[in-house]
């Protein structure tokens, strides 16, 4: 069996999401490692924080690949006396690299929109603002609902579809109104506000929704038809679906490329479990 180079694994990495894709203040791509060095076992997960470094050298992973970034913004120095410079010092010493996937990822077919719609019954979709005219790339995505349902009914839905967290889901809507359409965007999503009253749905479901762009929202909708109704997540919550469409995908591209070559092999790819929402406790008044 061959173990395909960290370069071999990139290669199917952009082809699955073409780096071009990414909005232009996004970093994404290779982080840290030798292309020409052997990776075996890939650990999936939303972010590169320290528990998840701890995840990687558990299980003897050769390669990380996160969703969100390590470095947006640029940086002086990688320095272990930082956070994040452990974080790379950490991974490097043990001989394993760094990848990430970030708007890219959410634009891309079977990417963190395809894979919220499917985790919460969206079906006939297109992209919410596609890319280009037709494209089946774009952010978020837009649809139906297999069988109408209630408001009440779908947020339950979304809620045991997606790992637990702390602040669960929260809702703005009439728990009894039906629901036939909704759209869906992965992570922060009130900047879309303006595409999803056009797209005309019924409900839409995203992540760090704030107090006012939410409330203006509800209120437009309330002196007009009602709709759209909102459902809010966890950010990390809302992406984390992904992890495992990025795992099945990298592994068939992996085999695919060696078998190109003649070469018999592949990877083995872990989707992490650990909750990195950052929140970790809910206080209610009694």
């Not at 990139?10 to 071009?20: E, I, M, T």
């Not at 005219?133 to 779908?154: C, D, I, S, Y």
């Not at 809010?232 to 992996?254: C, I, K, N, Q």
């Not at 190109?260 to 092999?265: F, L, P």
Request: aromatic share 6%; glycine share 8%; with cysteine.
């Amino acid at each position: 069996m061959t173990a395909p180079t960290l370069a071999d694994v990139v290669a199917v990495l952009d082809g699955l999401y073409p780096p071009d894709t990414a909005e232009a203040w996004d970093s994404v791509g290779l982080v840290a490692g030798d292309p020409t060095r052997p990776v075996r076992h890939v650990l999936l997960a939303v972010d590169p924080v320290a528990t998840v470094v701890d995840e990687a050298l558990e299980v003897g992973a050769d390669l990380v690949v996160t969703h969100h970034p390590l470095f947006l913004k640029g940086v002086h120095s990688v320095a272990a006396t930082t956070f994040k410079g452990s974080v790379v010092h950490r991974l490097l010493a043990a001989g394993v690299g760094l990848y990430n996937a970030h708007t890219n990822a959410d634009a891309a077919p079977r990417g963190v929109a395809d894979a919220l719609a499917d985790a919460v019954g969206l079906v006939d979709r297109e992209p919410l603002v596609a890319h280009a005219a037709g494209a089946q790339t774009g952010v978020g995505r837009v649809g139906r609902l297999a069988e109408p349902t209630t408001l009440g009914a779908f947020a339950r839905r979304v809620a045991i579809a997606l790992p637990a967290t702390a602040q669960g889901v929260r809702v703005a809507g009439d728990l009894d109104a039906t629901v036939r359409t909704a759209a869906v965007v992965g992570g922060s999503g009130d900047s879309l506000f303006d595409a999803v009253r056009s797209a005309a749905v019924d409900v839409y479901v995203t992540s760090d929704l704030r107090h006012h762009p939410a409330s203006e929202l509800r209120e437009r909708a309330l002196f007009e038809d009602g709709t759209p109704f909102l459902v809010d997540t966890a950010h990390f919550a809302s992406e984390w679906p992904w992890l495992r469409y990025a795992a099945a995908d990298l592994t068939a591209g992996v085999t695919a490329r060696l078998a190109a070559r003649g070469e018999e092999g592949s990877v083995t790819c872990t989707v992490s479990t650990r909750v990195t929402d950052p929140w970790t406790t809910t206080v209610t008044a009694p």
